[in-house]
């Protein structure tokens, strides 16, 4: 299907707008998060804003919509020549534009959950430094080490009986792994580096009695002393459980290295 190239270029000024405002929202609201490290929130601003300038750019003016008889002589010759030489734009060019815009507004936005652990599966190795940066402070209060500080703790100490009986404090969502006893569960982060692509799911033991009547990908706050278990034949930290209470998503659900 062939378009007039008035047409063409008021969908081609309404898809690039519809862009740059999806991006904005999604800034604005903060599920951008769930795709991107945070760090990058000044270039999707850029880009967005980018977006904007180009639909105004590409947006037909007044003079363009004029009838062919209201232009001055020889103008009128001149848009056919230029019409002949590029061509009139065929509908299936937009396509580009039209189906990730489509997709992102009726794809709901989620963070990445269980679903995604079953196809990648939990990492018990977590990265220190992130492109060769400072290491990660480790000397922490044990209540103030999230899930990834804990992993990090016991990867990389020489003796993790030496965290044996510190209470941790931690959030993260419900994965159940088939190979663990009924009343143990994984509470579970994804650690972001860049994307979501390259998302790591990381997981401390917890030792809870109902753990079988826990819903997967429900978030829960955990408290309780650590004790050394074991996970693929790592140790890792396994949380005996004094209290679980479920808790709303958090606003930023990724940990970061």
């Not at 390259?198 to 917890?206: E, R, S, W």
């Amino acid at each position: 299907m062939t378009l007039s190239i008035r047409t063409y270029r008021a969908l081609q000024a309404a898809l690039l707008a519809g862009l740059g405002l999806f991006m904005l929202h999604k800034l604005w609201t903060g599920t951008l998060y769930w795709y991107i490290n945070q760090r990058f929130w000044l270039l999707i601003l850029l880009a967005a804003v980018g977006f904007l300038v180009l639909a105004r750019v590409v947006l037909p003016g007044r003079r363009e919509s004029e009838p062919p008889d209201h232009q001055p002589d020889g103008e009128h010759e001149h848009d056919a020549e230029h019409d002949h030489d590029h061509g009139t734009p065929r509908a299936w060019g937009l396509l580009f534009l039209a189906v990730p815009l489509l997709l992102a507004v009726v794809i709901p936005a989620r963070p990445l959950g269980s679903s995604a652990i079953s196809n990648r599966g939990i990492n018990t190795g977590a990265p220190l430094t992130v492109g060769g940066g400072t290491p990660t402070q480790l000397d922490l209060a044990p209540t103030d080490r999230n899930v990834l500080d804990w992993v990090r703790a016991f990867n990389y100490s020489t003796d993790p009986q030496t965290y044996a009986g510190q209470p941790a404090d931690v959030v993260g969502f419900v994965y159940h792994d088939g190979q663990l006893a009924a009343d143990v569960f994984l509470v579970s982060r994804f650690a972001v580096t860049c994307c979501s692509a390259d998302a790591t799911a990381i997981g401390l033991l917890v030792r809870w009695p109902a753990a079988a009547s826990l819903e997967s990908n429900a978030w829960v706050r955990v408290r309780g002393p650590v004790e050394v278990g074991s996970l693929r034949g790592n140790p890792t930290p396994l949380v005996a459980a004094e209290s679980l209470d479920g808790v709303e998503t958090p606003a930023q659900p990724y940990l970061y290295p």
